[in-house]
């Protein structure tokens, strides 16, 4: 059986609709276009934040774990101020910016992502400028007995927010599951007590004067997983699924009880000026999740 002719592909998107390009009137080249964006006008209100979100990119990280280097998917909101007298800023600069850093090689820091943020408020003429990163961090662990090895993560937020009239603003995050075994569980039971996947989230402000020596991945990540029933682990063997077991059943924690310990630990970091604890229970044995929240302010106490 022979195969049918088609008509060429040109033919067949004339005939699925396709028409040529009208010749226009307007510019084609750049320096001919308007620039709407930088009209100068009254234009009723100052805006403090415009840009791009929701930007998919690879970064580089480094860590005092293993792998000490790595990259990453970051999910990125990029934004300046608009000052009143601007209709709006030329938005293709900021992925440019982007782009040109990720050529460049950059390693992403506090430090360097202060520097990124000054450099679009500088391109954009603009009084300042936020740029936050939110992606997966991967280190290695290993299990409690046999020492077995695996890459396990945890989501981690960075954001720098840069002013022309202020001192830097950094912010940092993480969300990490942990294990939690349920006290009234373990006290009322004969036997056994339900557990479940706790989930939390730790929001911070960092004091710009302290310095950033610290790896602080690191310390968010020990105080949300020490203070909790259990670590998880991404290969666990016999021995070590029993010293889990067994060490969950040793620590049990309420939803309360976590968000309360994590906060002392994190009280005692110096660096923070303020920090809020969630931590949200997938309950096993409900169809709704526990759920507990706190906020500090380290330098009023509050």
Request: proline share 5%.
């Amino acid at each position: 059986m022979s195969k049918r002719i088609l008509p060429s592909k040109e033919e067949r998107h004339k005939h699925f609709g396709s028409v040529p390009p009208i010749k226009g009137t307007k510019p084609t080249k750049k320096e001919d276009m308007p620039d709407l964006q930088n009209t100068p006008k009254d234009f009723l209100f100052s805006i403090q934040q415009v840009g791009v979100t929701n930007v998919k990119h690879p970064i580089t990280i480094a860590a005092d774990t293993i792998p000490s280097q790595q990259t990453t998917i970051a999910n990125i909101t990029m934004t300046t101020a608009l000052v009143q007298e601007r209709k709006g800023i030329n938005m293709s600069r900021l992925t440019e910016a982007l782009h040109d850093r990720h050529q460049s090689g950059w390693t992403v820091t506090l430090e360097t992502l202060e520097d990124f943020a000054k450099e679009l408020a500088d391109r954009m003429e603009q009084p300042g400028a936020i740029v936050s990163m939110t992606f997966p961090w991967y280190f290695e662990r290993q299990s409690p007995m046999m020492e077995k090895p695996g890459l396990i993560h945890a989501d981690v937020t960075m954001k720098a927010e840069v002013s022309n009239t202020e001192k830097t603003k950094f912010t940092v995050g993480m969300t990490a599951a942990v294990a939690t075994l349920c006290p009234c569980s373990k006290e009322i039971s004969e036997y056994s007590a339900h557990n479940q996947r706790g989930i939390v989230t730790v929001e911070a402000d960092l004091k710009a004067d302290t310095g950033f020596e610290q790896d602080w991945k690191v310390t968010l990540l020990d105080a949300i997983e020490s203070n909790a029933s259990a670590m998880l682990y991404p290969v666990l063997k016999r021995p070590d699924e029993k010293r889990v077991t067994e060490q969950a059943y040793e620590n049990p924690r309420f939803v309360e009880d976590l968000t309360r310990l994590i906060a002392a630990d994190l009280y005692e970091w110096d660096a923070l000026s303020r920090f809020s604890v969630e931590c949200r229970n997938e309950e096993s044995i409900h169809l709704h999740d526990a759920y507990a929240k706190i906020h500090v302010d380290c330098e009023t106490n509050s």
